[in-house]
């Protein structure tokens, strides 16, 4: 047995009990069809990118409410005989959209790429939801004791939006639809995998939202500002943990039919690699993990970024 197989066999084993409520699949079937009910209205700039290889479009167009998502829309000029692949990037929690160049590692392979703000964080997205509890120092707890108010009900849906405008681009072969992340982007992968069945390939890379009540309780990365609501509201625990079982991607994880290649690492406490495998050991289709034994929240790093670029390659052809 290799050292990274020891040091992770009794991850393999983690089953935590469900949280997931009897009407759980009801309310994200509703939910969509909510998220339907709102025209996309999608909206595309040229943007001036210093390089003749790519058109970047600087993009917006409505999430879950009307909230306008704004993202980057990046498509290689080269290899266009044919339509091809899109990877759908969400980023970590409070970051944004990103640069272009950031992006370009994939436009190289000849794939287009949408990357995507999360409402309400340090992006230009704002948020025009209403939030009747919780509190207003993160994010996380916004809507905490509503699940219908939650909001990640939002942010997912407008996850989902993003899908549909990847998919009404002509270049962009439908059928191969990736969708990727790091962190709070890795848990967004997970979710779309979930609930959207156009989604080929996820890449979910240190997931975030998975065995929640685990994270708080431990008061791991953006989860301890719940724990922290948890300490002034003691008396509200019961409705808390009821409102996130709805947006915890192991309950989820059995609705999960694409291909998906995870990461973790051991040493992160931020998102801990065993909270992660509460959702990972019961995805049922084909799936694979890298384990980096020393490494924390910053994952595999290079390494990892590698070995996803090869797979995407290998989609591409």
Not at 47 to 75: A, L, M, Q
Not at 148 to 158: I, K, N, P
Not at 183 to 200: H, I, P, W
């Amino acid at each position: 047995m290799s050292y990274i197989e020891d040091a992770s066999k009794e991850l393999f084993d983690y089953y935590p009990p469900l949280t997931k409520r009897g009407d759980f699949d009801k309310f994200w079937q509703y939910t969509i069809s909510e998220a339907r009910k709102t025209p996309l209205c999608p909206e595309k700039k040229l943007y001036n990118y210093p390089g003749s290889y790519v058109d970047v479009f600087d993009i917006s167009f409505n999430g879950f409410d009307e909230t306008r998502i704004h993202g980057w829309y990046i498509v290689p000029k080269f290899g266009r005989d044919d339509k091809m692949p899109c990877i759908i990037h969400y980023h970590g929690f409070c970051g944004n959209r990103g640069r272009p160049a950031d992006f370009m590692q994939w436009a190289m392979l000849g794939v287009a790429v949408l990357s995507v703000d999360c409402r309400g964080q340090n992006g230009d997205t704002g948020d025009a939801a209403k939030y009747s509890h919780g509190n207003t120092q993160s994010v996380i707890c916004k809507g905490v004791l509503n699940k219908e108010e939650y909001y990640f009900r939002a942010v997912y849906m407008d996850c989902l939006k993003a899908i549909d405008f990847a998919c009404i681009q002509d270049e962009v072969d439908v059928n191969r639809i990736i969708v990727e992340g790091g962190s709070q982007g890795g848990a967004l992968a997970t979710a779309m995998a979930a609930l959207d069945d156009r989604v080929y390939m996820a890449l979910c890379d240190v997931p975030s939202n998975s065995n929640i009540e685990e994270r708080i309780k431990g008061s791991h990365g953006s989860f301890s500002s719940v724990t922290d609501y948890l300490k002034v509201h003691s008396d509200k625990v019961d409705r808390v943990f009821e409102t996130l079982s709805y947006f915890d991607t192991m309950n989820m994880a059995d609705r999960i039919k694409c291909r998906v290649l995870a990461s973790v690492g051991l040493k992160d406490n931020v998102c801990p690699a065993k909270c992660y495998f509460a959702t990972y050991n019961r995805i049922k289709g084909e799936k694979d993990v890298k384990i980096y034994p020393f490494n924390g929240h910053e994952g595999g790093g290079a390494i990892h970024n590698e070995i996803k670029l090869r797979l995407v390659d290998d989609i591409r052809r």
